[in-house]
């Protein structure tokens, strides 16, 4: 694991601390992966102790033996349109600043490891917050693990969303996964649904997989978010507290979480206005209001898409 860089290991304290996780890439809209966690560092003052070496897990140059294209609908007809390819690859390529012939920045993505204190009988939290490497999962979970072993942690909590048919009216719906059956009736009576999926990985669907294999309860929680196309929302609190609410919950850590009710308070409130300005946002909102009692998991890709469809959503809300 020379991956694995640590400044130095943090005292673990007379209790087995819980690691929570939270990573940009396949469960991060509205930034609740990684928003939690970052929650969670700010409040309870975290420090760093180590991180995953990032130059071995990541692919900076993307071949392109072809222009990329980009096919969208206009007026219900699909336009191919090319992409440019330096556009394409720069995606996937570190961001560095020279000043004056001289290189002052080459951020690479970073994967860190916080340790965060509580209360007095409560689990001390290992903070994990990065970027979901693109090759050698293996190694990758590897290195988690190790940092498991060190400091004794049994339980491990990702935290994450995916969109969903859900409107900003009604409370997002939070679903777990685990591999160990015996998971199940502590996050039941807690109020958490369990998911139905089949399709493509993340890597925390094999972390959790293997944590077994380690000697490892894992379980990951997944919050719906809205998804309005036409609206750029980076962040939505609600999920964010939803989120929050259950680790403070299933934890016991007795976290006042009123500057996340407020938050959320505050960025509902600048939807609904909306809805009274804009008779499309409106529409969809009512239309995902009749479906949401209804919706399961299994179908959320699908319905969405059909709701998408059914509004006339072309004008946008950019200068509403």
């Known amino acids: 694991m020379y991956e694995l860089m640590v ?11 819980v690691m929570v996780i939270g990573l940009t890439g396949w469960m991060d809209g509205g930034h609740v992966s990684t ?11 975290a420090q760093s102790f180590a991180e995953i070496d990032p130059l071995d897990f990541y692919i900076f140059h993307f071949p392109v033996s072809s222009i990329p294209i980009s096919v969208y609908l206009e007026d219900g007809r699909a336009v191919v349109q090319p992409v440019n390819p330096m556009e394409f690859t720069a995606v996937f390529r570190p961001h560095t600043r020279i000043e004056n012939g001289v290189i002052r920045e080459l951020e690479y993505p970073e994967n860190l490891f916080y340790m965060a204190k509580t209360l007095p009988g409560k689990p001390d939290l290992v903070l994990f917050t990065g ?25 491990i909590y990702f935290v994450g969303s995916v969109a969903g048919p859900v409107p900003h009216t009604r409370e997002p719906r939070l679903r777990a996964s685990m591999a160990d059956e015996a998971l199940k009736p502590k996050l039941a009576e ?3 649904l369990f998911g139905e999926y089949e399709g493509p990985s993340s ?5 959790t997989y293997h944590s077994m294999e380690m000697g490892i309860r894992m379980r ?4 719906e978010i809205p998804h309005y196309p036409f609206l750029e929302m980076p962040t939505y609190p609600r999920s964010i507290h939803k989120i929050a609410s259950a680790l403070n919950d299933v934890l016991g850590l007795e976290l006042d979480l009123t500057d996340l009710t407020e938050a959320s308070a ?3 409130a600048k939807l609904d206005a909306l809805m009274k300005t804009n008779d499309d946002f409106r529409e969809l909102v009512a239309k995902l209001e009749e479906t949401y009692e209804y919706e399961e998991t299994a179908g959320d890709e699908a319905l969405l898409r059909r709701l998408m469809e059914s509004v006339d959503l072309e004008e946008g809300t950019g200068d509403e």
Request: proline share 6%; aromatic share 8%.
């Open 35 to 45: 928003g939690t966690v970052a929650y969670l560092r700010e409040r309870l003052s």
């Open 131 to 155: 970027e979901e490497p693109h090759i050698r999962w293996g190694a990758y979970c590897d290195c988690i693990f190790g940092v498991c072993e060190e400091l004794g942690i049994e339980d």
């Open 7 to 17: 400044d130095q290991w943090p005292d673990p304290g007379t209790g087995k601390p």
């Open 190 to 192: 807690a109020g958490l």
């Open 220 to 223: 990951s929680l997944v919050v």
């Open 266 to 268: 505050q960025a509902d």
């Open 203 to 207: 890597i925390i669907t094999s972390l």
